[in-house]
């Protein structure tokens, strides 16, 4: 059976903290690379999702970086220099397109780029499960927040229920993996139509236990669990005084860099500087905070 | 109250479909054509992820009734878990075929949102990432699309009676080419099924392949791309998705040809015990 | 004044002739925990569904349902989702979110309440029923009794004035749903709730309530305390009666004018019975000698099965030193994998010919797991298992259902493909007609077909969808449908779970016929008191073991407290007598 809401091997500190500063993180996280394709702030950026995915993931994390990211970052890589030939270093001719060295940085640079954006999201699949989203969402649309709620609870029961249906029709006579290619798919089918006719009848209850609880009536709130603590503003004056500065330094262009027709970059200027090392404290806050937790327990521990 | 609250409803839905079908490609055209502008795909990355808000905002607004949502979270339930179900066999999944039914029978908006919906909640289950809108995108437009050709079909050849007003009961595709009016016709009876299976199978097949095909394969492209914009690469990849989008459709299809008549038959059952039916148009 | 009144409702289904509701009246007093009990489709769920208006099915209504003194539709939506709680049947279909938190606030969210008082509610209510240790656990990870609660905690959240509840205990193993029931007494003794519960499962039930009122066929016909209505229900001579707790019936079959042992209350539980047996009868001893009358009397009632005659003369010991069983298990062992623990522990079972055998047990301890093993789903990994003469670990695909066996799944849901309840049966028939190289007219598949709807009372259900027709008539279709494979053995899970007395009935008096046919049923089952009474053998299983066996009474008897509510009360006067009958035959006797 698989399991929703991917919560990693790990209790994650960063994920007891609000909703919506971790959604916060994650946007910021996600777009800033996106937007400003400039190399130091890309490896920072990759450096800092692997640095958490493994953090978050363990083992399995750091196999996913080397099985999948990383091959989507070759690809993507060597995808750029083959079908733009832009640049004016021409270093090869490839079927007689000329691969040049801005494209070649140029794609080594995106492929940066994707690669910690894939990152990033493996660690917003274990941070952000669905109820933070359905909380965040659901007062702005709520009817399909609910919808999210109701198939999450349905799902693992479907699963299960398809096991039964499958055993219930063995047991008297109809099993699914015999016979020729046909009848095994008609008994399949079968399945399929049980589970949707049971699926469709059960949800009635379903519907009169909602109307039954009041819903339709106007005025619906939405509650969650969630609270906006003390921590809670200390981060959140933290990434917003971390990211308005290293946003606005992005902005006003000191850190700008040119791929085309030759690739060039400014020497890194002192305000540019900030906005890295604003970028770098924002993108390492998370795993930081793990940090310190984890030493905190081991003190605690030790004292014991 | 029915009749206007009806014909609102459906003025809303026009809406939506002219600013879907013809404002949204229209802006990335022009994107892609006018602007020099390195951040393609970021420009389409909004524009998937906004052109999904009217949709929302007419679903929301109407205020679905409990029981509708108890139906469209049910077909989500199944799609989901049917794409769990296919996990290991790549691209071949029953999502197209199920959202394709739940459009036909529940309509163009609830078809969006089943389609919008089991793409994002399967990614709780196979993880979210930058493909999550354009896989809702994907879903949700293929679901209003079946829903705007069979759900309105239906409805205007199923006879409208007097007053004007589309009479619930005739609102099903199913009900298309009504089998009983053709009596013990049985070569006529033969012939419409087999029109009937071979038009769906051309739009779902033609829909996997274009419309889930061709968006997620540009959304590749204009990632991996990300500063520019080449016809060659998009080709390139076009091509190379070609076989995989290939299995996508022709999976499609035949789940539709095992799903569609009994499942369509079921939901109509469910319709008239749940008192859904004309709930929307 | 009356917290609810209804004053000559009727009421009559679209497309439907018969009137599911007809003249009914009655008021319910604020703090009352009324019980209402009657057969399956007389209309208990259709009275209790007109007490809230969302619910309320269309139809053809005469009549008037008063709350609080006003018009019940005059009520707003509003204050009527507040004031009057709901709880529907089944656990599993009533939940609607994916986790147990969001399921409490759910109806407060819809009442528009804010955060802070939402909090409050929810935090009281899951301290009431101590659903603090699973408040953040998703619904997957449930029991089918947690889950009910948190259903009924999910309505209490509102703090309705009137909790309504639609057999809500139907779906529950016995434990469980005496847990429930003494929670719902919990409710109305401490928070002062009125309660209106239905209820087919009354030995629970009717002591703890006020009032009673008895359906049949659309009509109230008692209403008043337990024991008002238990002697109204006997001079009616009316066959609810037989519903009734086991202590209720003994007393009143042998109640006289002017008992002083109770001074008129009938007793209601094991203890109260058991009371006055003890008033009435105590000083007499137990014979012996009435025991024997007993079983003579037994086998004159149950000569007409083959079976016990064959039993009585000896011929079936005969048989079974030299016949094969249907189904023999030795020394079986099961766990699901290597490193789990065994679920299955040395196991030895029989079922032989014309044999009705059940296996008795509490909830988890591996009975079901047991039907696994014997249909080839969980595969024993020492100890030999031979089913119809097949080894069930080496049977592919369906060959054990070509030698005859068949098994009828818990939920019979899990069967229905199709959009009549003919339509299944014909599929099977058909099917089964092609897998065996018969060649068959439709006709003649059509006559298997009815012929086996006679068999098992499914007739008049044909035409149905069959999720249109009741629990128990599914179990019988779903009965049907397994008979149609014509099977050697038939393998039962729990399947008189959520049926009414007179379904049960019915039910066994099928699995009898078949029984007489030469067919070997084994029934897996929590129902002790169906057992015991139906059963040809009956088997304790406990902790992945059988751990006593034998004929229903000597199998009940031996037992003190996994035995009938019957025994249990008049054991200490004889320990043989298992059925209220019974005990009411010895006593009679007695005088």
Known sequence: ?304 | MPGPEKRRLSNRTKVAAVLVILCIPLVIAINILFFEDRSYYITSFVIIALSMVPFALVFEGRKPQARELVVIAVLVALTVAGRTAFFMVPQFKPVVAMVIIAGASLGAESGFVVGALSAFVSNFIFGQGPWTPWQMFAFGIIGFIAGLLFYQLAASIGAPSRDGSMRPENASYLKWYDINRLGSNVRARRRVERLRILVLCVFSGTATFVLYGFLLDTAAVLMFTSGEFSWTGLVATYVSGIPMNAVHASATVCFLLLLAKPMIEKLERVKKKYGLLGAQA | MALIEVSNLSFTYPERERAALVDVSLAINSGDFVVLCGKSGCGKSTLLRHFKTVLTPFGRLTGAVYFDGRLLGDVSQREQTSRIGFVLQSPENQIVTDKVWHELAFGLESLGEKAPVIRRHVAEMASFFGIQSWYEKTIYELSGGQKQLLALAAVLTMQPDVLILDEPTAQLDPIAAEDFIVTLKKINDEIGTTIIMSEHRLEGALPRADTVLVMEAGRIISHGSPSVVARDLQKQKDQMLSAMPAPMRVYLALEKSGDRETNGHVPQTVREGRVFLEKRYGVMVRETSRTQQLEEREIVEKTGSRFWTRFLTGELAKDRNSSTPLLAMKDVWFRYDREGIDIIKDLALQVFPGEFVCVVGGNGTGKSTMLGVVSGENKHYRGQVSCLGLDPRKAIGNELSDAGLAALPQDPQTLFTRATVFDNLIDVAKAYAKRRGEKRTPEQIEAEVLATCEMTETLDLIGFHPYDVSGGEQQRTGMAMALLTRPQLLLLDEPTKGMDGFFKAKFAAIIKRLCTAGMGVLMVSHDVEFCAKFADRCALFFNGNIVSEGLPRTFFSGNSFYTTAANRMARFLFAEAITAEEVVELLEGME
């Open chain 1, 1 to 304: 059976m698989i399991r929703i809401g991917r919560e990693g091997g790990r209790k994650s500190v960063f994920a007891g903290y609000h909703p919506l500063l971790n959604f916060m993180f994650f946007g910021y996280a996600v777009s800033v690379p996106i937007f400003f394709l400039h190399p130091l702030l890309l490896i920072i950026s990759l450096a800092s999702a692997l640095a958490y995915s493994i953090y978050l993931g363990g083992r399995k994390a750091a196999l996913f970086g080397l099985g999948f990211v990383l091959p989507v970052m070759l690809l993507a890589a060597a995808f750029n220099p083959l079908f733009f030939h832009r640049g004016e270093t021409i270093i090869y001719y490839f079927y007689y397109n000329p691969i040049t060295l801005e494209s070649i940085i140029y794609g080594l640079c995106n492929a940066t780029m994707i690669g910690s954006v894939i990152l990033w999201f493996t660690c917003y699949n274990a941070i952000m499960t669905s109820d933070k989203f359905i909380y965040l969402f659901g007062r702005l649309v709520p009817a399909m927040s609910l919808i999210i709620a109701m198939a999450l609870r349905l799902i693992p029961r479907y699963q299960a229920q398809v096991q039964r249906i499958v055993a219930a029709r063995r047991g008297i006579g109809f099993d699914v993996s015999t016979g020729g290619y046909l009848t095994r798919v008609r008994n399949g089918g079968e399945v399929l139509s049980v589970m949707v006719t049971w699926a469709l009848e059960n949800g009635i209850e379903t519907g009169d236990s909602m109307l039954a609880r009041g819903y339709g009536l106007p005025g619906r709130t939405a509650y969650s669990n969630y609270r906006f603590d003390s921590r809670d503003r200390l981060l959140l004056a933290s990434f917003l005084g971390l990211m308005t500065t290293d946003l606005f330094c992005l902005v006003t262009g000191t850190l700008s860099v040119q791929y085309y027709s030759r690739f060039m970059w400014e020497n890194i200027q002192p305000f540019a500087s900030i906005a890295l090392v604003c970028h770098a404290a924002v993108s390492f806050l998370p795993l930081a905070l793990e940090l310190r937790e984890d030493a905190l327990w081991r003190s605690l521990r030790s004292r014991i």
